[in-house]
């Protein structure tokens, strides 16, 4: 309130008297609901839970006036509110262009603000690995770094990876003390941060730091994992058991995109796992992986996240589906009644060009997705039957970051679209409406100098 309006609150004990109350209590149905009710001497928020008194408070931040020095006047009301998802997400790709975890704070009161609760970070890609594995140093003190501070320079420039600290090292990753900072902040927000570690595909910089667990064992020549060869899922394993130990989140994602799955045909090893496992066809050997993998993670009591080429080959029994190449993923996933997170590219992907006059944009990676087009997205597939509909948990937005460098460009990119994102998440379809959310907005954009757009990075500072 105080970077709002100038005014500032004292804190004290007690529900007596004029003020703002924060209580647990009410309507226990709806873990993450509050009610915000308004009269002459008080403003009390009050939820079943603290998420739920939290994400009051976020109304309230919402609705009071963005000046300094200014009386403030709220009408009389009483707001019953609860969330339509109980998976609210917003995913950051920290690989192609590495963020430091102070932009990730902010990036976390940005989706505090909007009352998100989870924070998906896509931590290793071809670019670059984003975190500290205290076994296999190679990944942070190579793979994490390139020659080139922008993706697009590196991706057109022979795509080489640098030593830690030589003068053309450009990157950066998070230390495991770093990743522990940003999860007890993210739970301060009632978010959880769910960790991506890329497999079998995107894995370029780990197949140069680590070449013997590539199909051929040269170093630049492969972006999938042998899936022939045992050391390939020590390896994962072994990653996999520092990043539980780090990230609490239920969910773990593991990738499953976009594999080329070009060296399994002619590797010795992959033609022979296939053999002995009865496996048909390489979307098959993608699948024993992903298998494999999932019974690992729900024997340490984690369940696995993929995007919904893991449907290929065949569904772990128990993973939850990613769709993102539109909904028809999800819709199939929810069919075979697995869980689903709708975050189609038709609809929510925030690396997509938001206007039409191109030339007047930072350079984007394509597409066309306007403030209005995402609104509009209505997340449960009317192909369903109510039954199946329930499968579908939650709805996301994805920001990949190829043409995205700065701090600025990331910021300027999300908001507002995490605003029509935050609707689509939270509020009934009943209740929607563009026009209002326009009016809204008006307030919003105010309240982003304010509160949630981060000073300008190095990065924006070079650019400019
Ligand atoms: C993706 O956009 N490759 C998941």
Redo the contacts with the bound molecule.
């Keep these: 309130i105080k970077d709002l309006t100038g005014k500032s609150l004292a804190v004290q004990a007690g529900t007596d008297g004029k003020g703002i109350i924060l209580q647990l209590g009410g309507n226990a149905e709806n873990p993450e609901g509050y009610q915000l009710k308004v009269t002459s001497d008080q403003v009390v928020i009050s939820g079943p839970t603290e998420a739920g008194v939290f994400y009051g408070i976020q109304t309230l931040r919402k609705s009071i006036p963005v000046a300094q020095g200014v009386d403030i006047a709220l009408p009389a009301v009483e707001i019953n509110d609860y969330p339509r998802f109980s998976y609210r997400g917003a995913h950051l790709d920290v690989s192609r262009h590495f963020f430091d975890k102070e932009f990730i704070k902010k990036q976390m009161d940005a989706l505090a603000y909007y009352k998100l609760n989870r924070l998906h970070l896509h931590l290793t890609d071809a670019a670059g690995w984003r975190i500290e594995i205290k076994k296999y140093p190679r990944l942070t003190e190579f793979a994490a770094w390139r020659e080139f501070p922008t993706w697009k320079e590196w991706w057109n420039n022979g795509r080489r990876y640098e030593e830690e600290g030589s003068k053309d090292a450009h990157g950066g990753y998070y230390t495991q003390d770093d990743i522990r900072e940003l999860v007890a902040y993210a739970q301060e927000r009632f978010i959880t941060v769910i960790p991506e570690i890329e497999m079998p595909a995107h894995s370029e910089e780990v197949l140069t730091a680590y070449p013997e667990l590539s199909c051929t064992h040269e170093p630049y020549k492969q972006a999938d994992f042998c899936v022939g060869n045992e050391k390939t899922f020590e390896f994962l394993e072994n990653v996999l058991t520092e990043v539980m130990e780090l990230f609490p989140s239920e969910y773990i994602h593991i990738g499953g995109?976009?594999a080329g799955k070009a060296s399994w045909p002619t590797c010795k090893l992959c033609q022979a796992r296939m053999k002995k496992e009865g496996l048909k066809d390489v979307n098959e050997l993608q699948s024993y992986l992903i298998h494999r993998i999932e019974v690992f993670l729900n024997a340490h009591g984690r369940k696995l996240l993929g995007?919904d080429e893991i449907l290929e080959g065949g569904l772990a029994p128990n993973a939850t589906v990613m769709s993102?190449r539109g909904e028809g993923g999800g819709i199939e996933a929810a069919k075979q009644k697995h869980d689903v997170i709708m975050s189609p590219?038709t609809y929510l992907y925030f690396d997509y060009y938001q206007s039409k006059d191109v030339e007047q944009e930072p350079e984007a990676i394509g597409g066309y997705l306007p403030l209005e087009r995402v609104y509009s997205y209505e997340p449960m597939p009317a192909s369903l039957t109510p039954e199946e509909q329930k499968y579908i948990k939650g709805v996301q937005a994805?920001l990949?970051t190829e043409y995205i460098p700065t701090f600025s460009q990331v910021e300027y990119m999300e908001l507002p679209r995490m605003a029509a994102l935050a609707d689509i998440q939270w509020t009934n379809p009943e209740h929607k409406d563009y026009q209002d959310f326009l009016q809204r907005l008006v307030r919003m954009v105010k309240i982003y100098d304010c509160l949630l757009y981060t000073s300008p990075s190095p990065r924006d500072k070079r650019q400019s």
């Design positions: 995109d976009e995007w993102w590219n994805n990949w």
